[in-house]
């Protein structure tokens, strides 16, 4: 598997893992656009500029990874794994003084980035993918491939139909051995959860996973609590009602939180849904470079579902003053997608996620969700009945 670890020294892996890039002496003279592959494997073009961003980047991380590997020399290997901070007033109550103080240093430590090397083991413990593992024999996995094997059905030929149209060119996901391994997991899902089955969007995400994690299973127990823990309901059933919802709920935190480029775009009638939609089914994964992606999942893992739409606003708050002045739609979607594919700089998007946008609390946003779902129900059933409707006058 590309990205696989092999039980050498972490710290000596660590940092042969985030090479400095160095462009030619022509190419920083010319400023022309460069093709690099970033650390997990995908191509990235940029010019100098996005080169000299991506390096500081990385001496950045280095720098994280240094506080980490010392952590661990300090506190022990697994310091992390508690509750999580998230628990409020109870993890107030039953931790002891050192132990809170472990879990504010740890979010702090994940806002600031996951050293790679460490992401695999980090992500599948505090996440809750081992937890919901350990519920189920050790074989439950390989059981369930075979017991799929050979099974045809319509997740399965969706799924055989986007295999080669997931990060084409990739250097082991767009091999028949990543096909394969991608296919085992998203196949093994669909029969996990047969609500769910398989929705496109989840073949990207699943195929970030098998890069990032350690083994193939590993990769399937971090999808299952992605879809089953971490994100909301119903994101990815037959009628995305889940992703709808989150839709409704991100425009009217737009309107409250940048409330100059809702009425901007309410006026030119923009439909967020058409940048958001891909944002929220991919979680950013075909939009933002993957290792800004990867910090933003770092914190996803921890914090929950909320940070989708910390980040969502980010990119617009961050390109207010350009959306100010569009007069087109096409313009709009444009500049988003410029922005998102030079995002070399994860600190840049979410201290903007962060400290500008400001707080959005769970409770308010599980609020804000209930308030949306009758609408985005009522409307579906809408949209059924009215194709029911097509289907008979046909016949």
């Known amino acids: 598997m590309f990205g696989t670890q092999s039980q050498r020294d972490l ?28 650390l997990y494997g995908f191509t990235v073009e940029g010019n100098v500029d996005d080169v000299n961003v991506l390096n500081e980047v990385r001496e950045k991380v280095r720098q994280q990874g240094r506080v980490w590997w010392s952590l661990e020399a300090n ?17 107030k109550s039953s931790l002891k003084f050192s132990a809170l103080a472990n879990a504010i240093t740890l979010k702090r430590l994940i806002r600031k980035g996951i050293p790679p090397v460490l992401r695999p083991k980090v992500w599948f413990s505090l996440s809750g993918a ?60 669909s029969f996990r959860d047969s609500d769910v089955g398989y929705c496109q969007g989840l073949n990207y995400v699943a195929a970030l996973l098998l890069l990032v994690m350690k083994t193939e299973e590993d990769a399937f127990w971090m999808l299952a609590v992605l879809l089953e823990n971490v994100l909301v309901n119903d994101c990815y059933t037959n009628n995305l009602s889940g992703c709808h919802v989150e839709q409704r709920v991100f425009k009217d935190f737009l ?3 940048c409330p100059r480029i809702a009425m901007h775009l309410e006026a030119m009638e923009f439909d967020v849904s058409l940048v958001a939609t891909e944002w929220f089914l991919c979680l950013f994964s075909k939009s933002l470079p993957s290792e800004t992606t990867l910090r933003v999942w770092d914190i996803l893992f921890y914090e929950g579902a909320k ?12 390109k207010e003053e350009q959306l100010l002045i569009t007069h087109h739609v096409g313009d709009v979607i444009s500049i988003l997608q410029r922005t998102t594919h030079h995002l070399f700089d994860p600190e840049e998007l979410l201290t903007v996620a962060f400290d500008k946008i400001g707080s959005m609390t769970t409770n308010n946003i599980s609020k804000q ?14 949209r059924f009945r009215r194709l029911n409707s097509l ?5």
Do not use: C
């Open 75 to 91: 506190k022990g290997a697994n310091w992390y794994l508690q509750p999580s901070i998230s628990e409020g007033i109870a993890l």
């Open 369 to 382: 969700r209930k308030k949306q779902e009758p609408a985005v129900m009522k409307e579906l059933d809408q």
């Open 255 to 257: 309107a409250k939180k």
């Open 391 to 395: 289907k008979l006058d046909d016949k």
């Open 130 to 189: 081992a937890k919901k593992k350990s519920t189920v024999p050790e074989s439950y996995y390989n059981d369930l491939i075979k017991a799929t094997e050979g099974k045809v059905t319509p997740a399965t030929r969706q799924i055989d139909h986007d295999l080669p149209r997931t990060f084409p060119g990739h250097p082991w996901l767009d091999t028949p051995e990543g096909h394969a391994a991608l296919r085992r997991v998203l196949v093994g899902y």
């Open 307 to 318: 940070v989708i739409l910390h980040v969502a606003l980010a990119i617009f708050k961050m």
């Open 11 to 38: 710290p000596l892996e660590f940092q042969s893992q985030i090479p400095i890039l160095r462009p030619s002496i022509h190419t920083r003279r010319a400023n022309l656009t460069v093709k690099f592959q970033d």
